[in-house]
C-alpha cells in the first residue's frame, strides 16, 4: 500500500507540465503566512494549469472508490487538505529548482559536486 507522501510524488512526476515560478512563490508565500484558507489557496492555483491539473488528479485518486464528486479546486483542496497541497508544493519547487534545463541551477550544481 502506497505512503501519502509516494502518492504525491507519483502523481507529481507524471505530469509533464512545468508550473509557473511566480504561482509556486505566491503559494509558498501564502501557505508559509498561517492565515493559509483553501479559498486563498484555490485563487492562486487556479492561476496555473499544471497545478489545477495536479490537485484535482490527487482529489480524484483520494476519492475513487467513494460516492464523493469533485468538480473544482476547492472541492479538492477540501478533499485532501492543506497539509498535502503543502506538501505538493514544496515537492513541485524542490523538483523544478533541480531540473536539468539549459541554463538552470542544475548546471552549476552539478560543477560544484566536480
Not at 511566480?22 to 483553501?38: P, R, S
Not at 472508490?65 to 477540501?78: D, G, K, T
Amino acid at each position: 500500500m502506497a505512503t501519502r507522501t509516494s502518492t504525491i510524488y507519483q502523481i507529481v512526476d507524471n505530469t509533464d507540465l512545468p508550473t509557473l515560478p511566480h504561482v509556486l512563490a505566491k503559494l509558498i508565500d501564502t501557505l508559509n503566512t498561517g492565515d493559509a484558507t483553501i479559498p486563498k489557496i484555490a485563487g492562486i492555483i487556479k492561476l496555473d494549469p499544471a497545478l489545477s491539473h495536479k490537485s484535482m488528479s490527487m482529489a480524484y485518486q483520494a476519492t475513487a472508490h467513494s460516492p464523493q464528486v469533485v468538480e473544482n479546486i476547492e472541492q479538492a483542496l477540501e478533499t485532501i487538505g492543506i497539509d498535502t497541497t503543502s506538501a505538493m508544493i514544496s515537492h513541485i519547487a524542490t523538483q523544478q529548482a533541480f531540473a536539468k534545463n539549459p541554463g538552470n541551477s542544475q548546471n552549476v550544481l552539478t560543477g560544484l559536486w566536480r
